[in-house]
Each structure stands twice: as structure tokens, then as C-alpha cells.
């Protein structure tokens, strides 16, 4: 029984209907690959309510290689992160996350998948504002301004430009909630609600 990313994908999504932080906020959306940092890299499941989660899947037929610099740029921007993993990769990627991730284990059991829970995910208390300031399109960077009566000649400026001023002008904590605003509520984009998702997956 060969296992890939979409078979973890699923058992991963059916397992979020039992964390209760996630099916208490009506509001919870699941976004599938989402680019963190302009591009620089894309984490495959991200959950989206009171906090920013990150779930990075390693099955059995993926390589650690690019887990290093996936870390770094996660480590930027998500309030928390799990890595969920397959058991053979599991001895050595233990050895290069921060202790602050969470981590899951995939195995083989019987002709199933069951993921066990290794370690929770702690709070990530270096969260680099900027960073943040990127998954917002340039009208959301505009209207994050406007809320604060920046107003002048901000139309012509880049996305990054924006950001930069964010980060001078408006709170952290406006921004973090902004942010996670705008992901669960932007219209036509590839998020979806929690329970919409478990029920396409009873479907499939």
C-alpha cells in the first residue's frame, strides 16, 4: 500500500471535524495549497480562523530535501504549524523542525491510514509582520491603509511598498486580524468552509 499526499490530505481533513477550536468557528475555512511569501512557497493545507494554521504533508513518496527552507518561510507567518508526516520519514525530520511545531505521524495499520498525534503545536511568537502583509492582495493592502486615513498617493505604490507602510501604520494585532478576515470572507478563491469540505469528502 503505497501512500501519497492525497491520501494523507484526506484522512487529514476528515480528523479536523474532531478539533474543537476548528468545528466551534462557523467560520473556519481550509485553504489547499496556499503560496506564503510572494511564491517562495506553498504550504498544503492552511486552516484559517481565530489563528493561521499550517499543515505541511511529507507522504512516503515525498523527500525532506526542500523541508529546511519550507520551515523558514512558514516560521514568518503562520500562528502555528504541524508537520504531518509519514513514518518512514519520521526519525529524521523529528531532528529538523523547531520543538514549537506539532507533529503527526502517519502509519500503515492493517490495510488503513491512522495518523497519531506526536507532539501539539505551540504559539509562534516571531511572526514577521511584513511577511504577513503578503497574502493580501494590493485592494485589501489599500483598504488596510485607508482604515488607518492613509489615503495619499498610495494607489501608484507596489504590493511590497504597501506592506512596508502596513507595517508602519497599522498594529500588529489589526493586521493579524485583517489578514485572517480577508482569507476566510474573499470571494472566487479556492477557500472552503470546513464542514463543506467533509461532506465532499463523504461524497467522494
Known amino acids: 500500500m503505497d501512500v501519497y499526499d492525497k491520501d494523507i490530505r484526506k484522512i487529514l481533513i476528515k480528523n479536523f471535524t474532531g478539533i474543537q477550536a476548528y468545528m466551534s468557528d462557523t467560520s473556519t475555512v481550509v485553504v489547499n495549497e496556499l503560496d506564503v511569501c510572494?511564491?517562495?512557497?506553498?504550504?498544503?493545507?492552511?486552516?484559517?480562523?481565530?489563528?493561521?494554521?499550517?499543515y505541511e504533508i511529507k507522504s512516503e513518496k515525498d523527500t525532506l530535501a526542500r523541508?529546511?527552507?519550507?520551515?523558514?518561510?512558514y516560521n514568518k507567518v503562520f500562528d502555528t504549524l504541524t508537520l504531518v508526516v509519514s513514518e518512514n520519514h519520521y526519525p529524521r525530520a523529528m531532528k529538523m523542525i523547531p520543538e514549537w511545531w506539532g507533529v503527526l505521524c502517519v502509519r500503515k495499520k492493517e490495510g488503513s491510514l491512522t495518523?497519531?498525534?506526536?507532539?501539539?503545536?505551540?504559539?509562534?511568537?516571531?511572526?514577521?509582520?511584513?511577511?504577513l502583509t503578503q497574502f493580501l492582495?494590493?485592494?485589501?493592502?489599500?483598504?488596510?491603509?485607508?482604515?488607518?486615513?492613509?489615503?495619499?498617493?498610495?494607489?501608484?505604490?507596489?504590493?511590497?511598498?504597501?506592506?512596508?507602510?502596513?507595517?508602519?501604520?497599522?498594529?500588529?494585532?489589526?493586521?493579524f486580524e485583517f489578514v485572517r478576515n480577508k482569507l476566510k470572507t474573499r470571494d472566487d478563491w479556492k477557500a472552503l468552509q470546513l464542514p463543506q469540505l467533509?461532506?465532499?469528502?463523504?461524497?467522494?
Open 137 to 175: 492582495w494590493k485592494n485589501e493592502l489599500l483598504e488596510l491603509l485607508e482604515q488607518s486615513n492613509v489615503i495619499k498617493g498610495i494607489k501608484s505604490k507596489t504590493r511590497i511598498q504597501l506592506g512596508r507602510m502596513v507595517t508602519k501604520k497599522v498594529s500588529e494585532e489589526h493586521l
Open 38 to 54: 510572494f511564491g517562495a512557497a506553498r504550504i498544503d493545507l492552511a486552516v484559517v480562523n481565530g489563528q493561521l494554521h499550517g
Open 198 to 204: 467533509c461532506d465532499d469528502l463523504q461524497q467522494s
Open 67 to 73: 523541508l529546511p527552507a519550507q520551515i523558514e518561510i
Open 115 to 131: 495518523v497519531e498525534t506526536i507532539r501539539e503545536a505551540s504559539i509562534n511568537n516571531k511572526i514577521e509582520p511584513l511577511h
